[in-house]
């Protein structure tokens, strides 16, 4: 793949780092915060970072089963997150060749739809099984998940950067 002008040349990434992220996120959306329309979706978040930057590691059958894992923790509709998470990876890794091309501040851009598609999908289950409207307060958690997107980027890239000039014998 050509890289843009000025793109550092990042070290593979680790898969244990890979998952232990991914759990993380998992952990923090289980905190007992409790649930506000407005908060944001740190494993959506994380996982659509994982689906463009690694979309062979972690793809949709990954964002399946965090699903289904959210689904059991929040007592929801079984299957609700699990069918949010698995169009928001689809749509990412169908975006991410695109979407590398751009800066992070761009990209944060570039991602607000597939939030913005995740929490409607959400919504939409949760109606059609009778559940209450959340309210115009829902709008905003998409708009803070991609505020969060530069935050997560430089975080979860951080291993991956090697430095300037490891060696002077060696170019890259």
Same mark, same amino acid.
């Given at each position: 793949?050509?890289?843009?002008?000025?793109?550092?040349?990042?070290?593979?990434?680790?898969?244990?780092?890979?998952?232990?992220?991914?759990?993380?996120?998992?952990?923090?959306?289980?905190?007992?915060?409790?649930?506000?329309?407005?908060?944001?979706?740190?494993?959506?978040?994380?996982?659509?970072?994982?689906?463009?930057?690694?979309?062979?590691?972690?793809?949709?059958?990954?964002?399946?089963?965090?699903?289904?894992?959210?689904?059991?923790?929040?007592?929801?509709?079984? &299957?609700?997150? !699990? +069918? $949010?998470?698995? /169009?928001?990876?689809?749509?990412?890794?169908?975006?991410?060749?695109? #979407? =590398?091309?751009?800066?992070?501040?761009?990209?944060?851009?570039?991602?607000?739809?597939?939030?913005?598609?995740?929490?409607?999908?959400?919504?939409?289950?949760?109606?059609?099984?009778?559940?209450?409207?959340? &309210?115009?307060? !829902? +709008? $905003?958690?998409? /708009?803070?998940?991609?505020?969060?997107?530069?935050?997560?980027?430089? #975080? =979860?890239?951080?291993?991956?950067?090697?430095?300037?000039?490891?060696?002077?014998?060696?170019?890259?």
């Amino acid at each position: 793949m050509i890289m843009r002008q000025g793109q550092q040349l990042l070290l593979p990434a680790n898969p244990v780092f890979i998952w232990g992220s991914l759990l993380l996120a998992l952990l923090v959306n289980m905190l007992p915060l409790g649930r506000t329309p407005w908060m944001p979706d740190i494993l959506a978040l994380v996982l659509v970072f994982w689906s463009v930057h690694q979309p062979l590691r972690v793809g949709i059958g990954a964002a399946f089963i965090f699903g289904l894992c959210m689904d059991v923790h929040q007592t929801a509709l079984l &299957g609700q997150h !699990a +069918l $949010a998470y698995t /169009a928001l990876s689809f749509f990412a890794i169908t975006i991410h060749r695109r #979407l =590398l091309w751009f800066s992070v501040p761009s990209q944060a851009v570039q991602v607000v739809p597939l939030f913005f598609a995740a929490h409607a999908i959400e919504l939409a289950i949760r109606m059609l099984a009778g559940g209450v409207f959340p &309210g115009l307060g !829902a +709008l $905003a958690a998409p /708009a803070i998940e991609a505020l969060l997107w530069p935050l997560v980027s430089v #975080l =979860l890239l951080v291993p991956q950067r090697r430095a300037p000039d490891p060696d002077e014998n060696r170019p890259i």
